[in-house]
Structure formats: structure tokens, C-alpha cells
């Protein structure tokens, strides 16, 4: 059904924060008057004061705890100073409704108790005393206007089992209603009334969830057949992600129906998720728009969607609980499915996400949904036990892909997946619909997950005409920049250009930088030595520093243990490290011969090149079958890595070593790169440690490296405090042994970054790229893991970012890119520009492809 062409309606609801200040009313009037100025009528619907409906549940809790006064007179006087900021006075039904809430709550806290109704009807206050204020503040302003009882005009729907949601979570009926047509039509052309709140048959109160409002302006406007509902907020529209947390998130521009109730219910605030089926089922357009800058552009929902698919926003929703249904008797069970939903049926829990195996069900349940106390998991754990094995888990976040035929761009997730392999994965599901692809994860994983992925695919095409300007660029102050925090590079901008005063690129290196890295590491108690990996990088001057500070090596081939008694003369011979893979047998004995450890990662060694090692002692490199990392190419354990020894060969192992004489004094074993989760130590710890008795000669255990290293300037960082308290129990374990920790890039990344000099720039078909002296020839890990590096305009370091490019090199490969659609200040050929944290894993892996000599390096 379409929209009624001739009305002249439209419902503009406004948020909390819109109706808070004086400079957002002044903005509310002045869409008003604009809207009447093209001749509609205007239904204004909007929320209580913002933070009111939270404190309206304080006083609740307050009340019943016999102590409602405090927050009382804190609600009250929010009020009294919003009027007075507005300067209007406090009206008699604005005092009525004051005198109300105190009757209420000295009732509850008379008889300590609660019910849904009374909940409901104090609830309603905040929308009822705001809509005062209101229409008293556009009558102040000459708007001719009304003000409604927004009751009267909703009814609530019984929603049959579940009595509680009927009251405060209410849906009502949207039918058009000619009689509420009738009704404002014989009104002024202004017309103010409550979100939030409804009235049911019997002539009560009741609510309609949290964030509601928006769903009480679409009723109304599927209800009068409205030409547009306006959805006025604190953003200016639907953005790729929640822009507050993710300011990379861009303005999408149109969205359809589908797409917008499916970024809404996978937990983007933005919308009510229950507003836009009255909208799409009226075929009404609905905006979103931020009052505080009213004139930007915001996001139009209709019917109408862009072709083509692509994801348009990474959603994540916090506080799911997953209930994990395990029986091996299940497959082939005729009606385990429905025994099992019988019983969150009966327990009145909604199911959100399923997911399901043969031996396994696994559901998820929305807490906007449910109520969730331990109380009732217990009795449904309890109820469904008699089924199968129940485990709960939580709490989990579930991080959402949203976008048009996301099946058809499954096969462009391949770098997406990588990133949730360092993650336990809980349940994956696919909506029917075509529209979204979810994860479920633990809680604390969500928002750096939401980050990564939006990074790897919001990533529009060639002048795409949906996705609209980053939050960043709409709003990023200089000042904002300037209070993240404070690289080591931003305070030594002009000796790092001085620098390039005679070259055009150079990796620069602060060593104080490393030796702070090094000191933290040194620092962990539970550690006996650090090794650091050189091949992040082998300048001579940081293996001395490094050295200075009691770190060891850890080589991966005989240049590099040779680099190490060159560059740290006189260095004891068993504070190296040697562990190679597939090496040539000659490389073994010339490191057994210079006395340093040397690991074997192969049972092939022992069984062909025993006697090389005959009265040795040396290290086991073990693959402990767990692989992590930032990238499936950095990940150095599990079935598909070729390092390592197996468990299930180490008797063997074990046989050879004792024909041959050879003593395990050791055991190794690195999962990986870039990890950020210290259970990735422990658990190769415990592996380890739980193979010692195989080995009874073991003094060493080695717990590889992989130490992630933010790769953002505001990223997060490796909590080495917990690292330390997390080792301390794997040492606990096995009291005579010494742990050993293996960083490499953890003691370097940070202390480089290459500088390089702008070259050209171009603009092809609205795409900017910026041209600089050295790509990947110097710095390869954007082109092969699709790493982040930051990237600053070094020469016009503070001046505000409005121009989005991507950085790109010299070299004939359409890989070679530093970084895709970086924000930067206008850069001019000769500008310098910065890529942070190249100090590990640059130079070392750089080349002289296309006859391009890498980035030379310096030291500050
Ligand atoms: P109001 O009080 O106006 O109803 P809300 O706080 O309910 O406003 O919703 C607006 C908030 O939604 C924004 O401040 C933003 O932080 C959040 N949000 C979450 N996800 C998104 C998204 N994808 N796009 C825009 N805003 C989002
Ligand atoms: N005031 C209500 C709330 O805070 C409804 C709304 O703002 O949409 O949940
Ligand atoms: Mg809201």
C-alpha cells in the first residue's frame, strides 16, 4: 500500500540528546517552521530528557530501597533548569506531573514493591514532562502548536504469552485509523506528543521498550498514511558502524527497509529495530538526520535499493548468552529440535541466532528480548539437561556483516575470516534473507573485531553513491587528534625531517624506543630469559642495544647467529637461539660447533643426521596444533604450518633421542604472530608443560613469541601484567624449570617508521591516490598480510584531515599500497609523509624488486 499522496503530515521525532539544550530546540523549531514553510503539517514526536529514562529506573530501584528523595529532586531540578536554560517558566501540568512522580515513588516506597503497571505509568513521566517543556518552548517561538496525549492515540496489542512484554515492551496497532486522521487534521498544524508510551484495553500505561520513540513516531505515521517520518538524533544518519566507536564508519546515504531493520536489530542503536516495518509496510520514507547540524545530508530508507552487493555496515551487539545443546544421540532424533524450543518456549525465552551439527545445537538469546536472571538460566539449564548436555556461555557478542546478497561476497571475506582465527568462534549464522552474516564471539572481542573487519571491507568503489563521508570527515577537530595519544615520532617531526633533507625515503629507528620495549619485556617476573628474534630486524645497533639490556637471540639461520657475534663481540654463545626449519644438516653442525641451542623441528633430523647430535643436548620444537595471528600467513602452528613436530611423533622422537644420546633439555613451540590474547602463551605453556614427563631432562620451556603490537595509534595494547600473571601459573606448574619468551617485533615495530617523500598525486574517477618515493619494495606487509600501518602527513603533521586517498608506491604492482583510503591533509608532491610502526619486519623483508633499492636506515 502506498503512502496517502495528498497527506500533508509529517512525523519528525526527535531523541533525547536532541531535546536536552537550547541549541538543539532553537534547531527543532527551525525544522519545524521549515517543514510548515513547504506547506505540511508537522507531528512532533519526541523523548524524555536524555539520561531521564535511566534515572527514572534509578528512582524505581531508590524507591523500593524506602530512599526515593535524591534522585526525586535530581529529575525534578534537570527539568526545572532545562526550562529555565529555554526560558520558559515550569508550567502548572509540568508541576503536576513533578507532584505525580513524588506520589508514586513515596508509594512504591511505602509498600516496597513494584508492579509492571506502576513501572510503566512513572516511566511514562519522563516523555510526558518533556513534551511540556516542549510545546511550551515552539509556542514561545510563535509556532502554533498542540500538545497530545500520545496514549490516545496508540493502542497497545496484547502480546499474549508473555504478560510483562505486553506492558513494558509493548507493540500496538498501526493500521490507518481515519479517526486519528480526522483528529489532527481539525488540530493546529503543529502537534506535540510523547514517544515511548501507549495505552492497552484496560486503559493502562505501557511501554514500548527501551528506544521505543522511534517506533512510537513510525506507528503514527503508518497510522495517518505520513508523506516522511524524520528520525532526529545525535548522528546525522545510519552509519557502515557505530561512528562513535569506529570513526572510519561512513554515512550510508540509502538504504532499503530490509537493510536498515537488519543493521537495527543486529544492535546499531540508531533505530528502534521495530520502527521500520510500519514504514516499509506503508511504503512511507523514513530519514535519519542529527539535530545539531540539521543540515546535513543523512540517510533515506525506502523501498528502493542499490544493485550489486557489498557490505554496508558491521554491526555488534553486546550481552548475548548462547545456550550449547550437546547429545551425541541427537542426529537422526526425530523431534529433538522441537523438545528442545518447547522448552524455551515454556520458560518464555525468544531465540534469536541457531546453529546446528549433528551432535550440536547451539542458540542465542537476546537480551533486548529476555530477562535474563541467573534465577531463570538456572531453570531452563535445569529443564533442558534432561535433553542433552547444556552449557552456557557468556557473555558473547554477536558481530554482524549487514548487506545486499552477502552470499554473492562470501569468496571476498577470505581476509575477514583470517581475523577470527584468533578468536573462539561460538556460532556462525547466515540469515535466510540473504542480508546478513553473523559471528558469535566472547564479549570482550566484539569491538576490536568490529573495527577490523570494518576496515577490511567498507571499502567503497569508484564514486559510490551510497556510502557518504566518514564520521571522521564530518566531524574530526583538529583538537581531537591532538588529545589521542602522543607518538614518539610527533615530538621529534623535525629531526625526522631533517632526515629526509637529502634522500627521498629512509626507515628511522629511535633505539631509546627499543630499549623501553626491551625493558618491559626484561621486567616480567616470570620470565627467566627473553630471546629476541631478530629477524624483525638485524641492525647491528639494536642487536647491541637489546643486548645491553639481557636479552638473547633467537636465529633462524646461520647469517644471523654470525650477525649476532659480529654486532655484540663477545656475546656467551648459549644466550643464542638457533631454530631453523628445513635447513641443510650442515648448518646444525656448524651451530653445535659455536655452542649455541639449537632446536630441531623436524623428526626427519633425528632419523637421518642422528649422529650429528650424538651427545648433545638440544630443543624440540613442538607443534602444539593451535595456530593464531593476525594473518593465516603468520600463523606457525596446526595442521597446516609446515614448523614443528607433531605430538603424536614425540615417541619417536623419544626413541631416536635415547639410541643417539642425544638429551631434550628443551622444548619450543610459537603459535603465531600478532596475538593479543595471553591465553595464546598459557596454552602452548600447558601443552608443554604437560609433556615434560616425556622428557625428563627438560630445563627450558620456550614459549614463543608473536607479542601483538597495536598497530593504531589509539589501538589496544598487549596487557604484559596479565601476560606475567598468566605465565606465573604455567611456571607454577613445574617449579625447576625456566620459561623463556621469544618477542621479535614486539621490541621493534614501534621504534621505526619509514618516511617517504610525496611524489605525485592523482584523482581517477573520484578515487585519490598519493604517489610516494618507496612502496612496497621497502615495506611489503600491507601488500602480503593486508596490514595497517598508520599513516601521517609528516610536513603538515596537525592541520585537519580533509582528504581521503589511497598511499601508494612506485612499484609495477597494483599491490603496492601503504594504505587505502587514509585520511590526510591535502598532500603536495615533496611533502613527507610517515608510516608508523615499520621498524619491524620493513628493511628485513625489503627488495630490490623493479631494480628499486629499499629505504636506506638511520638511527636517531
Ligand atoms: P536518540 O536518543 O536520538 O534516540 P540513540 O542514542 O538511541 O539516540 O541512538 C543514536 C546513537 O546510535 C548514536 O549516538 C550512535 O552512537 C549509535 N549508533 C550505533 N550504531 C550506529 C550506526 N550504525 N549508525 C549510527 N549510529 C549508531
Ligand atoms: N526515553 C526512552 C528511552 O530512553 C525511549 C527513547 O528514548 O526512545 O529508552
Ligand atoms: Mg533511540
Redesign the pocket.
Known sequence: MSARATSRWVVVK?????VSSLANWRNIALVVKRRLEAGNRVLVVH?AI?KITDGLEKLLAAAIDGKPDEPLKAIEQRHRDLTSELGITVSPQLQGYFDELKQMANGIALVRELSDRTRARVMANGELMATEIGARFLMSQGVDVTWMDARDMLSAEDRGASAKASVLSATCSFAPDTALEQKLDASTPVVITQGFIARDSDGNTCLLGR?G??TSASYLGAKIRARAIE?????P?????????TPA?RLIRALHYDEAQE?ATS??????PRCLLPARQYQIPLY?YATQTPDLEGTLISGESAPGAHVK?V?NRKGITLISLDSPGMWHQVGFMADAFAVFKEHGMSVDLVSTSETNVTVSLDPAANTLDGELLGKLQRDLSRLSNVRVIGPCASVSLVGRNIRAILHKLGDAFALFEEQKVYLVSQAANDLNFTFVVDENQGDRLVEQLHDLLIRPGKGDPVMGPTWEQLFAKPEAVAARAQPWWSTKRDELLGTLATRDSAFVYDLGQVEMAARSITGLKSIGRALYALKANPHPDILRRVAEQGVGFDCVSLAEIERVFEAVPGIQADRILFTPNFAPREEYERALALGVHVTIDNLFVLQHWLDAFNGKSVFLRIDTGIGRGHHHHVKTAGAQSKFGIPVEELDEVARLAKAGDVSIHGLHAHAGSGVFDVENWTQVGSVLVGLVKRFPDVKYIDVGGGLGVPDRIEGRELDLARLDGALAKVKGALPGVELWLEPGRYLVANAGVLLARVTQTKVKSGIRYVGIATGMNSLIRPALYGAHHDIVNLTRYGEPANIQANVVGPICESSDFLGHDRLLPECHSGDVLLIATAGAYGRAMSSNYNLRAPAEELLI
Not at 231 to 235: E, H, L, P, R, Y
Not at 267 to 272: C, E, F, M, S
Open positions: 526527535f531523541g533525547g540528546t536532541s523523548s536524555t528506544g520513540s522511534d528520525i532526529w538524533t545525535d548522528v544518519g545510519m552509519f557502515s558502524a557505530n561512528p562513535r566507536a564508519a543493521i544492535g546499531a542503536k540508531v533505530l528502534h535519519v555496515a554491526c
